[in-house]
């Protein structure tokens, strides 16, 4: 884009890059722009952020990819999956380069799956919350409130900040500690497809 070309980083002034150019390439952004608006060409939004914060090993060891720089490589692949074949193609590639998959690499995995879930139910926020763990934005029908209900009995839920927040799940009804890792990634996914999926 022309701020690549003409900030600071890159060419320090306009100068560099000469004021001619500089309306040209404007001058041809906003052409652009207008033929698209005319050809009903409508931009594809970016894909909603979500924010998954839950007490999970997930990270790329590094003694499983040395190196800053490649373990980098594999968190940009796997943030960048969109789609179960991304996912796919993530795990194939780095049990290619690096050998089998270590279990925080597999988590890493599975929470960019729950992601795109959360994203299809259009949730931006998973967050271990205390004793709970709060969902947002949730907007429920009538329906989805029973069901949370009959599901998921303690649940509260709060319509003007647009948030359920869930009891943490515990392996047992008494006792017992509070779900982490793996079981609490499937606690979710369940969660979201039994009382948000379409």
């Known amino acids: 884009g022309a701020g690549n070309l003409l900030g600071g980083e890159q060419s320090g002034h306009i100068a560099g890059v000469g004021f001619d150019l500089y309306v040209r390439m404007v001058g041809e952004a906003v052409a652009d722009y207008r033929k698209s608006l005319e050809s009903g060409e409508i931009e594809e939004e970016p894909p909603l952020e979500v ?25 940009r692949a796997i943030a960048s999956a969109n789609t179960e074949d991304d996912i796919k193609a993530v795990r194939e590639e780095l049990t290619d380069r690096y050998g089998k998959l270590p279990e925080p690499v597999e988590n890493l995995l599975l929470v960019a799956g729950l992601r795109m879930l959360a994203r299809a139910c259009g949730v931006g926020e998973i967050v271990l919350q205390g004793t709970n763990i709060r969902f947002a934005p949730v907007e429920l029908r009538e329906s989805q409130e029973l069901r949370l209900k009959r599901l998921y ?39 979201l497809a039994s009382v948000l999926g379409q």
Do not use: N
């Open 51 to 75: 924010k998954i914060e839950l007490p999970v090993d997930a990270h790329v060891p590094h003694d499983y990819a040395p190196g800053e720089r490649l373990r980098l490589q594999a968190y």
């Open 153 to 191: 009995p303690g649940s509260v839920i709060k319509p003007s900040t647009h948030q359920v927040l869930v009891p943490r799940p515990k392996p047992t009804k008494i006792g017992g500690k509070p779900l982490v890792g793996r079981e609490l990634l499937g606690w979710v996914g369940e969660f």
